[in-house]
């Protein structure tokens, strides 16, 4: 069974800095992209930043110069780490996990439960 499990939100005031983690377990890792997304409150879920099997990462124009994903393929942990915070960051943030190499099936999509974040005085 797969799992995806976020850690690490919580409240930050602006100009903060927070670390998400997504640890996953039940897939070969390596054969999947992994993407961070977020949905505030009222508003549609977005992607913040993918990182693909060949190593690449894309951002979203919000992201850019303030986040950073990364992933540890030995600890089949992905990480987004965000500084300088903003009120307008505050969402629920999920990771998820699309098959884009050959131990997996093509359409494997899994999502975590997502992890608040808060950015307040």
């Known amino acids: 069974q797969v799992q995806l499990v976020e850690s690490g939100g919580g409240l930050v005031q602006p100009g903060g800095s927070l670390r998400l983690s997504c640890a996953a377990t039940g897939l070969v890792y390596t054969s999947f992209n992994i993407a961070w997304y977020r949905q505030p409150p009222g508003q549609q879920r977005r992607m913040v930043a993918q990182m693909i099997t060949a190593g690449d990462t894309i951002y979203v124009d919000f992201a850019k110069g303030r986040f950073t994903a990364s992933r540890d393929n030995f600890e089949n942990t992905a990480y987004l780490q965000m500084n300088n915070l903003k009120t307008e960051d505050t969402a629920v943030y999920y990771c998820?996990?699309?098959?884009?190499?050959?131990?997996?099936?093509?359409?494997?999509?899994?999502w975590g439960q997502g992890t608040q974040v808060t950015v307040s005085l």
């Open positions: 998820r996990a699309t098959c884009s190499g050959p131990a997996c099936f093509p359409g494997e999509d899994y």
